[in-house]
């Protein structure tokens, strides 16, 4: 099949890789020009492994390229997918300006009857204001609106869209449906169930399966506060708690609380836009503040491991981005946490293996070491805040030589707390018996 996507960050690029690399040949079409010569001269503008890897040897292979202009959309495309951005409004709900400009550039560009794929993360209800614009456009051509959500993780979103758990269809029409059952008939015949519903339904699946992981985690993040109060591992309570089928092991890892451009985003949105139809999601609501608060709180763990208080003290922070695997900082738990013990007069040194040049456009009055070794040296308190694979194998000993007190907060019960201990350091862990 021959398709457009419209959006060329996140989701647009990792979308246009793996379905060029199913067979597709696709145009990837970004109003920022020169993020598309980037583009065109091989450079990625994100980190997400595989990837730089899966576009050149498309763009190689004749069936992926970048382009700042929508061309005429004739019957040669079989189908336009939006996936530009949704960014939040100061009142938490999501800013469609993006989807609907788009909406209107494919209406006025179509010469013949589109398929529009909406892959962004929208709001229930978008895609009837989308059709409904694009039919007041055009009302002699005819658009068939899709909602098609993305269940892409950062760090493993090749992956994920590869091997996904499913693929959620919202179409009314069957033509529309077997036009995605085609688009994806490669993942389809290795076993992935594509799941046909409603547009409305598979907008509101998106919003609420990313609610509901969020639920997960502030759950267990509250755990956590509990098994540290009464003496118990909050990491055999998940065990425990997630081999039950109907629970699940997967996002009952407790933490700083969440963070990303996705989970804040899209639970605010949820919230904002129940409360348009006047329904108040108590639970969202309670996560939200309570991953609010988890992550303000994390400066005061600071505090409580270094006896005299942080004034005039010097924290090490191991990781910035909001997790392994990605340069994104958005949300992020470590900035939080720098904030509240910059706050309370610490000197704050950094290191994160891929986050620190976006870090610098977030982060002031911070010292950027240029590795693990070099931030822990003359620190009083080492924090590890993103659990980065490549801090698994930190020699405790090494960062000990170099720290002025040994004091280690591992805010993701990531590293070998007997090694630290062994070193002689201090171990503070979430969730734990210290
Ligand atoms: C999330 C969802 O997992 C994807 O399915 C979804 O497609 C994506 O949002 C999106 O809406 O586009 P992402 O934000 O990339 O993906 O990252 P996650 O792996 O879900 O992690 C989110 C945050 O939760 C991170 O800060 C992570 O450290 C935290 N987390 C996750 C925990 O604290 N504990 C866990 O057990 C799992």
């Keep these: 099949m021959r398709l457009m996507i419209i959006g060329s960050g996140y989701v647009g690029l990792v979308s246009g890789a793996c379905l060029a690399e199913l067979g597709h040949h696709v145009m990837c079409v970004d109003n920022d020009t020169s993020k598309v010569e980037r583009l065109q001269a091989g450079q990625i503008p994100i980190y997400e492994p595989q990837l730089s890897e899966m576009i050149t040897r498309n ?50 560009k179509a010469i013949h009857p589109q398929m529009v794929i909406i892959k962004s993360t929208v709001p229930v209800g978008t895609g009837d204001s989308v059709q409904a614009l694009m039919h007041k456009a055009r009302p002699e051509m005819h658009f068939s609106v899709i909602s098609n959500p993305e269940f892409l993780r950062e760090g493993s979103a090749i992956d994920d869209f590869m091997a996904p758990d499913r693929i959620v269809v919202g179409a009314g029409d069957e033509t529309a449906r077997n036009t995605l059952r085609a688009l994806y008939a490669p993942l389809e015949q290795t076993g992935t169930q594509v799941v046909c519903m409603g547009r409305r339904e598979a907008e509101l699946v998106k919003c609420a399966a990313n609610a509901f992981l969020a639920t997960k985690i502030a759950f267990i993040n509250e755990m956590a506060d509990l098994c540290e109060a009464v003496g118990a591992d909050v990491e055999q309570v998940a065990h425990g708690v997630g081999l039950d089928e109907r629970i699940g092991e997967a996002f009952l890892q407790a933490g700083p609380g969440y963070g990303g451009s996705c989970f804040p985003k899209d639970t605010t949105a949820l919230q904002a836009i129940a409360q348009e139809y006047g329904i108040n999601l108590r639970l969202v609501e309670t996560v939200i503040a309570s991953n609010d608060a988890r992550k303000r709180g994390m400066g005061r763990r600071v505090s409580r491991a270094l006896p005299g208080g942080l004034s005039g003290r010097v924290v090490a922070v191991l990781g910035l981005t909001f997790k392994p695997n990605t340069d994104d900082m958005r949300d992020s738990p470590s900035l939080a946490l720098i904030d509240a013990v910059q706050r309370a007069g610490a000197k704050v040194q950094v290191f994160d293996p891929q986050g620190m040049n976006r870090a610098r456009l977030h982060l002031h009055d911070v010292h950027f070491a240029d590795n693990a070794y070099l931030c822990a040296e003359g620190a009083d308190c080492i924090v ?26 591992d805010l993701r019960n990531f590293l070998d707390p007997q090694a630290f201990l062994n070193a002689g350091f201090a171990v503070h862990a979430i969730g734990r018996p210290p």
């Design 59 to 108: 763009v190689a292979r004749g069936r992926l390229g970048f382009s700042s202009q929508l061309p005429r959309l004739g019957k040669e495309i079989h189908a336009v997918m939006i996936a530009v951005g949704t960014p939040p409004q100061t009142n938490g709900s999501a800013n469609l300006d993006a989807i609907f400009a788009v909406a209107k550039e494919i209406a006025a």
């Design 384 to 409: 590890l805040a993103t659990h980065w694979p490549e801090f698994a194998t930190l020699d405790a000993e090494r960062l000990g030589r170099g720290v002025r007190n040994k004091v280690l907060v």
